[in-house]
């Protein structure tokens, strides 16, 4: 028999049983559904033909009863509940021995099925006896005995029978007069539109893709080094081509988590039969694709809580008829794709989750003590449930016995490099929230440096990056019995200082981490954060497999191995204290930051892009063949009656075979450009803080937008280089004399944007983060005018031009606020501090206004 032959058959019976379980299910609250029955059938009838070719006898005679039970059906004979349950059986008993089969000398195993084999014929014995519709004789259920012979006989008739139509090919043919049946029997030879390849075949080349990424980032690094701009295309095509191979090799990789999902069909099927309960399946986002490796590693964990749900959430008929619920519960599945990360939500519409018994079990088995309780939030009750052995179950179930195992799937999460959180209302129901990276071969993370050390954080884990160097009424750390705290926005987190923790002398730490493992919140303190980057996560040796505060290893780009740190093993290996009350009692600070509206776009690689939305005039789609390269090489395309040049951002190059290109439009007064990508992604609202800063032209930095790393794009610098005289030309915006400017604001984004604005303008800038800097600036250096948010912490831009205006220095300095309040309260109130005008930070006409009219004052002045 050939190897490759049987290995076929193994794998398509696989995926086939794996729909029949489905379809039998859809047939038991369906059951006069003739085409369910036909497609049943034929699978089975398949598979005891291929068997009796391959001489798998026990395969062909499960199979061969079970199709002679269908064949009662469709004769007529009532389908009921028993009949699907022993087909179900012989199903799994057909999983089994595949399973089993010895792929060296292709032999079943010795088991016998004979109560089964009796147990389908007592059934189709009381199905033909059963009353039926219609006049129709009761087929002959063929002997035990016979059954091979048969097998070996319908085999040789198929194998001289024509082809016969595909479904697909019936429903697409005419079904009007004329239509041509041999046309539809006997279509065109194609070639094949699919090839099965060893998952051993892929797995290797994800590998040698990672090493392609690797060899990437260290050239990358060089280029960036010896800075020659004849690297700087090459490099560019590499990291272009290495990205889409990356991409290319993950959607081989990539399954629908539907095919995890339809299992738990049978599963919840036979949970409601034994557990006495009615309950409804609901599947969403099924066709949400994940790779192969992290879908076959959450089976179990998914199981696991599917049975959970059923036996201890949802109430059984009474109880949920008293409760004024419908009489059917409902556990509820749902997956989609969230920045780089996939979200599963597991749901149910049972009795919740009770936080008194929670609390009182705690105690009762010593996993928290009463000081330590009497600081939890509701919250963070519920998520006791994870810890080893608790439950709130009374009696031992058979289903899913006293509670231990959700440890247990808390565990196999965060080995994924996951997260799992609970949200419960009691009455009402519960959700789990599980959220897992897309691949576990490829993360993006944050390289950080602790002393002459650096590891790398999964960025899945980083809520949020502040630098403490600041002061700030927002954040601080501080020591409370002698451990350190983060103290943010009014709550008292743990910190780990890792340079204590791992016993490395540091050199001075002045960033914080803020990482969120399930619902703990804490702060890791390192020095400084590096980069972020794709990293290819290698496993452990054998010599660290038990160190949990590391998941894995990875080589930087400049050749360096560095481990990979895991958020969750660094929380649980370290003793420290949970969350703790403000003991001061102070109230929340409230810090309002200005929220802006951006585009998040992608151009090349995996990391998406940014650009402020106020600057966009439209988003639009050209014809790549209208797009010209002049003779300075600079990209044009006509646009109307006029001339639109093109920008690609840094380290992108655009696909030119593909018929059109997406651009994003940017206008300022009689000028325009566009920036070509691949896609935009989304306009979302959020709170930009610039982590990361760039030394790369064209980019201001790194910022988490969405749980995601992502690009902030200077879109100055794209402007400057579309059109050389955009800036520097003979405009009615330029400054004429020496001005000098200094800008003070806490968010670093419009620091950037200002400063490149007024900068390209003549303006010399200087800027601040925050008042206190800004009064420093001010007492050592001139200035001509001061550029001055609102919100800011600690002192606002109000409190600032009060105390410039009465203490100085430079107490006559023209002072413009520039703010994302525009409400003539607000107007009001920044004018009366002592400001000499009130802008939008939207506004870039009037505030250049504004200082044109500080240009000639100071020509007149000096005149």
């Known amino acids: 028999m050939s190897d490759e032959l049987l290995q076929d058959f193994i794998n398509e019976t696989l995926e086939s049983l794996s729909e029949l379980d489905v379809h039998l299910i859809d047939l038991e609250s369906d059951p006069n559904n003739p085409d369910l029955l036909d497609k049943i059938f034929r699978v089975l009838h398949t598979i005891k033909g291929t068997a009796g070719f391959l001489n798998l006898k026990t395969l062909g005679r499960i199979a061969h009863a079970a199709e002679g039970l269908l064949d009662c059906y469709r004769d007529g004979a009532p389908v009921d509940a028993d009949g699907i349950t022993v087909i179900l059986a012989a199903l799994d008993a057909i999983k089994d021995t595949i399973n089993e089969i010895d792929p060296e000398t292709g032999r079943e195993p010795d088991e016998d099925q004979k109560i089964l084999l009796d147990l389908i014929r007592d059934v189709a014995e009381a199905a033909k006896e059963a009353p039926r519709e219609g006049d129709q004789s009761a087929i002959e259920l063929p002997c035990e005995d016979d059954a091979v012979e048969e097998q070996s006989s319908e085999t040789a008739e198929e194998e001289d029978a024509p082809a016969t139509v595909s479904e697909s090919t019936q429903a697409a043919s005419p079904a009007g007069e004329g239509a041509s049946p041999a046309l539809a029997r ?44 004849a690297l700087n295309t090459p490099v560019q095509n590499l990291s272009q081509i290495a990205s889409e191979l990356q991409d290319s090799v993950m959607q081989t990789r990539m399954q629908p988590v539907g095919n995890a999902f339809k299992a738990y069909h049978r599963t919840v099927r036979d949970l409601s039969k034994e557990l006495d309960k009615q309950i409804n399946l609901e599947l969403v986002g099924e066709e949400t694709e994940i790779d192969r490796q992290v879908l076959e590693l959450i089976r179990d964990p998914l199981t696991h809580m ?54 009182k079990k705690a ?77 576990l071969a490829i993360i993006s993370a944050f390289s950080v440096s602790v002393g002459d050390e650096v590891f790398a954080i ?59 493992v399930g619902s703990e919140i804490f702060g890791i303190l390192v020095d400084r954060v590096l980069d972020t980057e794709e990293i290819v996560v290698k496993p452990l040796s054998k010599a660290l497999k038990d160190v949990k ?22 929380f649980s290996t370290f003793d420290i204290p949970a969350k703790v009350s403000d003991e001061e009692g102070d109230e929340p600070v409230e810090v309002e930051n200005d929220i802006l509206q951006v585009v ?14 106020s600057v966009v005039a439209r988003i639009s789609q050209i014809e790549t063949a209208n797009i010209h390269r002049v003779s300075d090489g600079r990209l044009m395309v006509q646009n109307g009656d006029s001339v639109l040049p093109l920008v690609c951002p840094v380290g992108y190059s655009p696909d030119w075979e593909r018929c059109e290109q997406k651009v994003i439009i940017f206008e300022d007064e009689d000028s325009s450009m566009g920036m070509l990508v691949d896609e935009i992604l989304d306009v979302v609202e959020t709170d930009v803080v610039i982590d990361i800063s760039s030394d790369t032209n064209g980019i201001i930095g790194t910022a988490v937008i969405n749980s995601t790393a992502t690009e902030i794009v200077d879109v100055s610098h794209y402007l400057d280089e579309a059109v050389h005289n955009w800036f520097n030309g003979e405009q009615r915006y330029r400054v004429r004399e020496e001005v000098r400017v200094l800008i003070v604001d806490d968010s670093q984004f419009f620091r950037n944007i200002l400063f490149s604005m007024l900068a390209s303008r003549g303006y010399e800038v200087k800027v601040a983060c925050g008042p206190e800097e800004a009064l420093d600036m001010m007492s050592r250096n001139e200035f001509d005018v001061l550029v001055s948010d609102i919100e800011m912490p600690r002192m606002t831009g109000l409190d600032l031009i009060r105390r410039i205006r009465n203490e100085g220095p430079q107490s006559n300095i023209r002072a413009v606020a520039i703010s994302s309040h525009g409400l003539d309260e607000d107007r009001a109130a920044g004018l009366e501090a002592g400001f000499d005008a009130y802008l939008s930070k939207t506004d870039r006409a009037s505030i250049f206004e504004f200082l044109l009219g500080s240009d000639e004052k100071r020509i007149r002045e000096d005149a």
């Open 363 to 439: 105690l009762e088995r010593g996993i928290v003590t009463k000081d330590q309780i009497s600081a939890m939030s509701d919250n963070r009750l519920r998520s006791l449930i994870f810890e080893p052995g608790f439950s709130t179950s009374e009696a031992v179930s058979a289903v899913s016995g006293r509670g231990v195992g959700m440890d247990v799937v808390k565990t196999n999460i965060e080995k994924l490099g996951g997260t799992i959180t609970v949200d419960s209302e009691e009455g009402v129901g519960t959700v789990f929230s599980i959220k897992i990276p897309l691949t």
């Open 306 to 359: 599917v049975r959970n749900c059923a036996d201890h959430a949802l109430e059984n008929t009474e109880e949920r008829l008293e409760a004024g619920k419908p009489k059917r519960g409902t556990i509820r599945l749902e997956a989609c794709h969230e920045g780089g990360f996939i979200i599963i939500r597991i749901e149910d519409d049972g009795r919740g989750i009770n936080v008194d018994q929670v609390r």
């Open 186 to 229: 006997a279509p065109e030879p194609q070639g094949p539109k699919s090839v099965r390849i060893g998952v051993e075949r892929l797995d290797n080349l994800m590998d040698l893709v990672g090493e392609l990424v690797l060899v990437r980032n260290h050239i990358q690094q060089i280029a960036r080094s010896v800075s020659d701009r």
């Open 549 to 570: 505060v590391y998941s894995g290893n990875t080589i930087l780009g400049d050749g360096r191995v560095i481990m990979i740190i895991d958020p969750n093993g660094l």
């Open 458 to 516: 999964p960025q899945l884990n980083i809520v949020e990056i502040m630098d403490h160097s600041h002061a700030s009424p927002s954040y601080a750390l501080e020591t409370i019995n002698g451990e350190k705290f983060l103290r943010l926005r009014g709550s008292v987190y743990p910190l780990i200082d890792m340079a204590s923790a791992f016993g490395i002398e540091g050199n001075g730490a002045t960033t914080v981490l803020v990482c969120q």
């Open 600 to 613: 998040l776009f992608r151009a090349g690689g995996h990391m998406p892009r940014a650009v402020h939305l």
